[in-house]
């Protein structure tokens, strides 16, 4: 798989310096998607060790399993408040966990969905953006052609890679995307290079 999406990525000659310098990806599916979610919620505006460290006092919560949705109901937001969350991302993890529970969210349900049908279908949940969304459909759901277009990463790496301007806002993203097109169906094994080159590797 790794030969396959690095050969198309490398038919963009910016691109496949970067691909080149770092490791192969292979992209992973999970089972627990509202847990997912959670956690994913949990970990924004934090530092990847903060949002570690949140994460496992959670699960702490449960003794160290996943825990269910009910579970995750049943939490007092005083109790998610005490592993430090903010007042918001307690509701917003209580919510999550409703929406599961009276919707349904299992990664079968969701695998019958194309992309914006899964975007259109979490985003109403309060809390829950397209940018969160976008995370999920890469690393739960297993989405290889997903672009993750408002992310600041993703566009600082693209303003350093191909010298795209931010002041035009609209012609900014259009530039963004015309060149992602070229990546397509590989856009998310793309993102997560971008996101390497950024941080340094």
């Given at each position: 798989?790794?030969?396959?999406?690095?050969?198309?990525?490398?038919?963009?000659?910016?691109?496949?310096?970067?691909?080149?310098?770092?490791?192969?990806?292979?992209?992973?599916?999970?089972?627990?998607?509202?847990?997912?979610?959670?956690?994913?919620?949990?970990?924004?505006?934090?530092?990847?060790?903060?949002?570690?460290?949140?994460?496992?006092?959670?699960?702490?919560?449960?003794?160290?399993?996943?825990?269910?949705?009910?579970?995750?109901?049943?939490?007092?937001?005083?109790?998610?408040?005490?592993?430090?969350?903010?007042?918001?991302?307690?509701?917003?993890?209580?919510?999550?966990?409703?929406?599961?529970?009276?919707?349904?969210?299992?990664?079968?349900?969701?695998?019958?969905?194309?992309?914006?049908?899964?975007?259109?279908?979490?985003?109403?949940?309060?809390?829950?953006?397209?940018?969160?969304?976008?995370?999920?459909?890469?690393?739960?759901?297993?989405?290889?052609?997903?672009?993750?277009?408002?992310?600041?990463?993703?566009?600082?790496?693209?303003?350093?890679i191909y010298k795209l301007s931010r002041e035009d806002k609209k012609k900014?993203?259009e530039d963004m995307l015309k060149v992602s097109k070229k990546w397509s169906?590989?856009?998310?094994?793309?993102?997560?290079?971008?996101?390497?080159?950024?941080?340094?590797?």
């Amino acid at each position: 798989m790794a030969a396959e999406y690095k050969l198309h990525l490398s038919k963009d000659k910016r691109l496949k310096k970067v691909v080149e310098a770092q490791e192969d990806l292979s992209i992973r599916h999970r089972k627990n998607i509202a847990l997912y979610l959670c956690g994913s919620i949990m970990s924004q505006q934090l530092s990847i060790k903060v949002a570690a460290v949140i994460y496992q006092r959670f699960l702490d919560l449960f003794g160290g399993k996943e825990p269910t949705a009910q579970q995750i109901v049943d939490t007092p937001l005083t109790t998610l408040r005490s592993i430090g969350l903010s007042n918001a991302k307690c509701q917003y993890v209580h919510n999550v966990a409703k929406f599961e529970l009276e919707h349904g969210m299992d990664a079968k349900k969701l695998a019958k969905m194309d992309n914006e049908e899964v975007i259109a279908y979490l985003t109403p949940i309060k809390g829950v953006g397209r940018w969160t969304v976008e995370m999920l459909l890469m690393f739960a759901l297993g989405r290889e052609d997903v672009f993750a277009i408002d992310d600041l990463g993703i566009q600082n790496a693209m303003i350093g890679i191909y010298k795209l301007s931010r002041e035009d806002k609209k012609k900014f993203k259009e530039d963004m995307l015309k060149v992602s097109k070229k990546w397509s169906p590989y856009r998310t094994y793309a993102c997560v290079h971008l996101w390497r080159w950024k941080d340094g590797e």
